[in-house]
């Protein structure tokens, strides 16, 4: 697509449900990286993708949070049993490949909350 | 990963006015992006300049960047209402890009 995009833009769940964020990269890019980004707060790394793996799972808050991408393309975010601080704006990016000096394209993020 | 440190915090200009905005950060880097971010959500990427790079143009906005001081400055020209917005300044490649807390322009008509 012509750029990255992310479903649901907006999600409220109640606290314990599970949910599923998703991310379709654009087309072509190999590198897919998930942020959150919190009321008031900088952005905060969650997790990156080099294809369909990824090396870099350190930034995930807690074993709730895991993420899958499959055919090198879309990417899910799942958390599961969700607290009331997991309320954020989940922003999702891709970049041509992971490598230094590639610029990385964010989507519009999925502002999640919960109550 | 690093995180740029932006400066400062928050900046109120009036329309037509210039706004500058600066960065710093404390490793090498071989490059540094600028994003904008409006409403906390949506950041979009405005330019990328490489360490080799001085000074990079992308229609009113200017980078610079000075490695030997570790930071880098995003003038923005004849702003606009519509500029309004937090921006963010990121070095590393994309795997490392972490954001500070952003300057946060307010552009008043």
């Known amino acids: 697509g012509a750029g990255v995009s992310q479903s649901p833009s907006n999600k409220v769940t109640e606290k314990g449900k599970d949910v599923e964020l998703r991310c379709d990269p654009i087309?072509?890019?190999?590198?897919l990286y998930w942020y959150r980004q919190s009321l008031g707060q900088g952005l905060e790394f969650l997790i990156y993708?080099?294809?369909?793996?990824?090396?870099?799972k350190s930034g995930l808050p807690s074993d709730r949070f895991s993420a899958e991408r499959t055919g090198g393309s879309v990417s899910t975010l799942t958390i599961q049993r969700t607290q009331q601080e997991d309320s954020a704006v989940y922003l999702c990016?891709?970049?041509?490949?992971?490598?230094?000096?590639?610029?990385?394209?964010f989507g519009q993020g999925t502002r999640l909350t919960v109550v | 990963s690093q995180q740029g440190e932006e400066d400062p915090q928050a900046l109120s200009i009036q329309e037509g006015e210039n706004a500058t905005m600066n960065c710093s950060y404390k490793?090498?880097?071989?490059?540094l992006q600028w994003y904008r971010q409006n409403s906390g959500r949506g950041l979009v990427h405005l330019i990328l300049?490489?360490?080799?790079?001085r000074e990079k143009h992308s229609g009113r906005l200017r980078v610079t960047l000075d490695t030997s001081k570790k930071s880098s400055s995003l003038l923005i020209t004849a702003s606009r209402a519509a500029d309004t917005a937090s921006y963010f300044c990121?070095?590393?490649?994309?795997?490392?890009?972490?954001f500070g807390s952003g300057t946060q322009l307010t552009v008043l008509p």
């Open positions: 490793t090498s880097i071989n490059n």
């Open positions: 990121a070095p590393g490649s994309a795997r490392q890009l972490t």
């Open positions: 087309s072509g890019h190999t590198a």
């Open positions: 993708f080099q294809g369909n793996s990824a090396p870099d």
């Open positions: 990016a891709s970049s041509l490949e992971w490598r230094l000096g590639t610029e990385a394209f």
């Open positions: 300049i490489r360490s080799n790079e």
